[in-house]
């Protein structure tokens, strides 16, 4: 059997993840000697034998006011990566979530020629901006979907498309048993249990963590006996460390451990053991689903990022679990209703009652894939489907 070769992009925690799993789902389809990779991705890619031309959160920027402050940077970085992927003689070139990012090196790559480019998560046209996915056609042959509404969506607009779940229903979780275990190493007891999730962007944490400081010491004021728990991403751990040690209860930190079996086993019991998460509005909220811990979102960007995106805006909600479930069952509180106040008010609502988020939480996981094919491996059957 010949090699193939594929030229992958991920610029976020989350990327990474989805990027490694399908790298694990080439493997077993056409054997690990027989698939070779390079791009850009983080440990788990980089686990499953990527080697990264440079580090992924160097390109791990979000909003309209961060991408013009680095827009010199993120353009030479295009560039590279362009370069690269023609170079290497890939197969197929598959970028991973960060259209920002991403979609522009499609484009410089078939500018170039014509290799084939996949696109892994659509962009979320059903929400803001339509017309995207029109213009990605142009540069785009192939979108791998996350969600299974949203194949049409592609398919109008010229690109082939295929729903592949998502990995998180197939990731573990961690037992009730775990969770009190946590409780007990931590002489948490019957105490409520918060856990707090600022992100995993630079410049999303920076936004959010005032806020969030706001919302739990609201919370600890009228709820004393309010324990806390702060799992820590990697590339902005010492950020989250240094901002959380003046917060009220003393929280504990869960520190980032993505090559260890130990650390990881740690998160998920605290992802179980907490009665509610406060957390940034993202793909956190399929892991809390999983893990059946009831939630509040929050989500804010800079004055020029609410003005524009909150004029194109098609839906009243951009949480994961409330849209694939068809409900709107967690509270979120986005762009200029994201304070403190309105946060502390949201979670003293669910701690007083958790149970309304279950059932959204549990069809949310069926409709994801949970229980069928693993999404990684449902991934590489549709890129080496179509690639010919």
């Not at 996915?133 to 010229?158: I, N, Q, S, T, W």
Request: proline residues 7%.
């Amino acid at each position: 059997m010949s090699k193939r070769r594929f030229f992958l992009v991920a610029g976020e925690p989350s990327g990474d993840r989805l990027g490694a799993a399908l790298m694990e789902g080439l493997q077993a389809r056409l054997g690990a000697e027989n698939v070779t990779f390079e791009g850009v991705g983080g440990p788990m890619m980089e686990a499953r034998g990527l080697s990264s031309i440079f580090p992924m959160d160097d390109i791990s920027i979000m909003g309209l006011g961060a991408i013009l402050r680095k827009y010199g940077h993120l353009k030479a970085r295009i560039r590279e990566t362009a370069e690269a992927a023609v170079a290497s003689g890939a197969d197929a070139l598959i970028t991973i979530d960060l259209p920002e990012f991403c979609l522009r090196v499609a484009k410089a790559v078939k500018a170039q020629g014509d290799m084939r480019t996949v696109h892994y998560v659509a962009p979320t046209v059903w929400a803001w901006r339509p017309g995207r996915a029109k213009r990605m056609a142009a540069h785009v042959d192939h979108v791998l979907a996350l969600f299974p509404f949203e194949p049409p969506y592609m398919e109008a607009a010229g690109m082939e498309c295929d729903f592949v779940g998502h990995p998180v229903v197939t990731e573990p979780v961690a037992t009730d048993a775990d969770a009190s275990a946590f409780r007990a190493a931590h002489g948490i007891g019957d105490a409520p249990l918060l856990m707090v999730l600022p992100g995993s962007r630079r410049s999303e944490v920076g936004m959010m963590l005032p806020i969030l400081e706001d919302a739990v010491t609201r919370l600890t004021a009228t709820r004393p006996d309010l324990r806390l728990v702060v799992p820590l991403a990697g590339p902005v751990a010492d950020t989250v460390r240094a901002a959380v040690a003046s917060w009220p209860g003393q929280p504990i930190l869960v520190p980032p451990g993505t090559d260890s079996a130990e650390a990881m086993a740690t998160k998920r019991a605290a992802f179980r053991a907490a009665d509610v998460a406060l957390a940034t509005s993202g793909t956190v909220a399929l892991e809390l689903a999983a893990s059946d811990t009831p939630m509040v979102v929050g989500y804010t960007m800079g004055w020029l990022s609410r003005q524009v995106i909150g004029r194109m805006l098609l839906t009243d909600t951009v949480n994961l679990v409330n849209l694939v479930s068809e409900t709107r069952t967690v509270p979120e509180r986005i762009g200029e209703a994201c304070t403190g106040a309105a946060l502390a008010e949201a979670m003293a609502g669910v701690l007083d009652d958790p149970s309304g988020q279950r059932a959204a939480m549990a069809t949310t996981m069926q409709r994801l894939g949970q229980g069928g094919p693993a999404p990684g491996l449902r991934a590489a059957d549709a890129v080496l489907s179509r690639l010919g």
